[in-house]
């Protein structure tokens, strides 16, 4: 496993994340869980990247209680604030970063937190109250770093531009061979600005692991087939997806790579990516993951994966 250091933090992060989106506490059972955690820290993946929201607080419960017994400074730790808890609560006032902060250390059994990711951008709060309380949460020793999940150019700019309050050292934006958004103004002001890339969604939720086959039903025990993890995977199911992610296999065989490590390491030959977040259903998939870390592919394959996933017509 090779690591990468994390914006202008003192973090060292493991190019593959361990990410617990629809699956822990909810798609997956709690031993399949925790046997994927093990694996984690077996294969050397030290950043386990979680949210309130994922399960309302059951992920992060699950994994206070994996974690319990592992020493604290072995791990990197981020969780999240933004979308509806319990009766609704949610954003990033002053008072939600307070009770929410406090609860997320409760239920993942620590003092802190090593990155502490606002999971979208609050418009009805203003940024300086958002900002003055992330960086008293810094300042309490509950929190090391702050990061931003899907901020906009403007509004990753203005929180550069406010004085006197913490500053952000990671965006966790969604980023694979089939979505290239960031590349055009998110990744370039974050390079310029001490801020790394932890991006979720390499595999487009799966579908760039190339185990979903043109005109074949879904398998059984695919993500896609499971009504607990598939959401927002339609557009990644689309036919002509399929058929452009089927033509890339042979990409990855001239590589000497699987289909899932060709574009986890597409994702990572970007040097502003710090690490790539993939969820597993099971501990094998990790295995398999892990190995895309410091792969080297001849950039003329990567070329040629683009032109096919430029072709795909738009939805």
Not at 56 to 79: F, P
Not at 204 to 226: E, F, M, N, T, W
Request: include cysteine; glycine fraction near 8%; charge should be negative.
């Amino acid at each position: 496993m090779q690591y990468r250091q994390l914006g202008d933090s003192d973090l060292k992060v493991s190019e593959i994340a361990l990410g617990t989106w629809l699956t822990f506490g909810v798609g997956i059972e709690r031993d399949q869980a925790i046997a994927s955690i093990d694996k984690a820290f077996d294969l050397g993946i030290n950043f386990i990247d979680t949210a309130n929201v994922y399960g309302v607080g059951a992920a992060e419960s699950l994994l206070g209680e994996a974690l319990k017994d592992r020493q604290r400074d072995n791990y990197i730790l981020g969780t999240k604030v933004f979308f509806p808890m319990e009766g609704g609560e949610h954003g990033l006032s002053k008072a939600q970063i307070e009770k929410q902060l406090d609860a997320s250390l409760k239920r993942l059994g620590t003092d802190y937190i090593d990155l502490y990711q606002c999971h979208r951008y609050d418009k009805n709060t203003p940024l300086e109250e958002t900002m003055e309380a992330l960086s008293a949460a810094v300042t309490s020793g509950k929190v090391r770093y702050l990061g931003f999940s899907e901020w906009s150019p403007a509004n990753i700019q203005a929180s550069l531009d406010l004085p006197g309050v913490e500053k952000f050292v990671s965006s966790q934006p969604q980023y694979s061979l089939l979505w290239r958004r960031p590349e055009e103004k998110v990744i370039p002001l974050c390079a310029a600005n001490g801020i790394s890339q932890v991006v979720w969604s390499p595999l487009a939720q799966g579908v760039l692991s190339g185990k979903y086959v043109p005109g074949q039903p879904l398998p059984g025990d695919s993500r896609a087939a499971q009504d607990t993890m598939n959401r927002q995977m339609g557009h990644w199911l689309r036919p002509e997806v399929i058929e452009a992610v089927h033509a890339m296999k042979p990409l990855a065989e001239a590589a000497g790579v699987t289909l899932a490590q060709f574009c986890l390491a597409w994702v990572l030959r970007e040097p502003n990516v710090a690490a790539a977040i993939v969820g597993v259903s099971r501990p094998e998939q990790l295995e398999q993951n892990a190995a895309a870390s410091g792969l080297v592919i001849d950039p003329a394959l990567f070329a040629k994966a683009e032109a096919l996933a430029e072709e795909i017509p738009a939805a």
